[in-house]
Structure formats: structure tokens, C-alpha cells
């Protein structure tokens, strides 16, 4: 069975402010993009960085700490030095709050 987390309204997630929480013990960070939420591990691949400190541009989170650029939906690498993905998670929004799904193999 699918364990779902609420971890933010809705209104606290914008196009400017990511939001970062720990998520049974895992930072997971999320944003917000003309209306679609994502949900990414919240330590950059390549140091110690918290993704939702850093600045969304283009479908994209850079690192606040060395300025690599991550794919907001596939987690993808998109500019050194980072090279290495960060990991997603399945996001939903029920009554007006974000939920994420941390388990490995995510079914709906």
C-alpha cells in the first residue's frame, strides 16, 4: 500500500518560495512551476546543499553553493558541476495540501 505524507499547503509552495521539510527523517524539498508541484531530495548530489535554499529558473533548481542546475521533474543533471541525479518523489495535492510518496516503487 502506497503511504502518502502531507507535508505543506498549497499556498506555502510558489513559483519563489520552495519549501523544505523533513519527511519521516528524509529532506525532501518542494516547488512550485505555473501550477505543478515537484518533490526532490533536498541535499544536492555534489555537496552538502539544500536544494530549497537555492533559485528555481527554467524548469530548474540551482544549487545555492556551487551554481549546478537540477531538472525540477526528472532530477536530471543540466549543468556542471553537478553530474550525479537527485532523486524524485511522487507528489499529490488533496484539500489543498502537497503530499509525497517516499517508497522506492511508487504505485497508484
Same mark, same amino acid.
Given at each position: 500500500?502506497?503511504?502518502?505524507?502531507?507535508?505543506?499547503? =498549497?499556498?506555502?509552495?510558489?513559483?519563489?518560495?520552495?519549501?523544505?521539510?523533513?519527511?519521516?527523517?528524509?529532506?525532501?524539498?518542494?516547488?512550485?512551476?505555473?501550477?505543478?508541484?515537484?518533490?526532490?531530495?533536498?541535499?544536492?548530489?555534489?555537496?552538502?546543499?539544500?536544494?530549497?535554499?537555492?533559485?528555481?529558473?527554467?524548469? =530548474?533548481?540551482?544549487?545555492?553553493?556551487?551554481?549546478?542546475?537540477?531538472?525540477?521533474?526528472?532530477?536530471?543533471?543540466?549543468?556542471?558541476?553537478?553530474?550525479?541525479?537527485?532523486?524524485?518523489?511522487?507528489?499529490?495535492?488533496?484539500?489543498?495540501?502537497?503530499?509525497?510518496?517516499?517508497?522506492?516503487?511508487?504505485?497508484?
Amino acid at each position: 500500500m502506497t503511504q502518502w505524507h502531507r507535508v505543506a499547503g =498549497c499556498a506555502d509552495v510558489t513559483d519563489d518560495t520552495p519549501v523544505g521539510a523533513l519527511v519521516e527523517g528524509v529532506p525532501v524539498a518542494l516547488f512550485s512551476v505555473e501550477g505543478e508541484y515537484y518533490a526532490l531530495h533536498d541535499l544536492c548530489t555534489h555537496g552538502a546543499a539544500r536544494l530549497s535554499e537555492g533559485f528555481v529558473e527554467n524548469g =530548474c533548481i540551482e544549487c545555492p553553493l556551487h551554481q549546478g542546475l537540477f531538472d525540477l521533474k526528472t532530477g536530471s543533471p543540466r549543468s556542471a558541476p553537478v553530474v550525479e541525479p537527485v532523486r524524485t518523489y511522487p507528489v499529490r495535492v488533496v484539500d489543498g495540501h502537497i503530499e509525497v510518496c517516499l517508497q522506492e516503487k511508487y504505485q497508484s
